[in-house]
């Protein structure tokens, strides 16, 4: 039996509070649909350059990790964001701000 998800709204309330918790702030740019949206995080590293993660499902674990889908200058990001957004208008994004990169996605319980 495949494992029950969160809804989408109260796993972006989960994440926000977590990265409140770190004093990284966040903000939700775009909201999606409440049930079952895409995520989208971007880090914003305050020195003119982002990264975009996002989950895509890998056959081979049979998970769903979050991966880096667009790195550079922060206006390109942006743009891959606006992409992203034109095919899956449902699609959340968040906006941290952290000048190491740190986004909390690699600790446990955010699956």
Same mark, same amino acid.
């Not at 989960?14 to 989208?40: K, W």
């Not at 003119?48 to 979050?66: K, L, M, Q």
């Given at each position: 039996?495949?494992?029950?998800?969160?809804?989408?709204?109260?796993?972006? !309330?989960?994440? %926000?509070?977590? #990265?409140?918790? !770190?004093? $990284?702030?966040?903000? =939700?740019? +775009?909201?999606? /649909?409440?049930?079952?949206?895409? =995520?989208?995080?971007?880090?914003?590293?305050?020195?003119?350059?982002?990264?975009?993660?996002?989950?895509?499902?890998?056959?081979? +674990? /049979?998970? %769903?990790?979050?991966?880096?889908? *667009?790195?550079?200058?922060?206006?390109? =990001? /942006?743009? *891959? $964001?606006?992409?992203?957004?034109?095919? /899956?208008?449902?699609?959340? =994004? $968040?906006? $941290?701000?952290? %000048?190491?990169? %740190?986004? #909390?996605?690699?600790?446990?319980?955010?699956?």
């Amino acid at each position: 039996m495949p494992e029950p998800r969160l809804a989408t709204a109260v796993w972006v !309330a989960a994440y %926000r509070a977590r #990265l409140g918790l !770190a004093n $990284i702030p966040a903000y =939700v740019t +775009s909201r999606g /649909d409440d049930t079952a949206g895409a =995520v989208l995080v971007k880090c914003a590293h305050l020195d003119g350059s982002a990264a975009v993660y996002g989950r895509e499902w890998d056959f081979n +674990s /049979d998970s %769903r990790p979050w991966q880096v889908l *667009a790195q550079g200058p922060e206006p390109e =990001v /942006d743009q *891959a $964001i606006v992409r992203q957004r034109g095919f /899956d208008p449902d699609l959340w =994004v $968040i906006e $941290i701000e952290s %000048r190491d990169g %740190r986004t #909390l996605l690699d600790e446990p319980g955010l699956a």
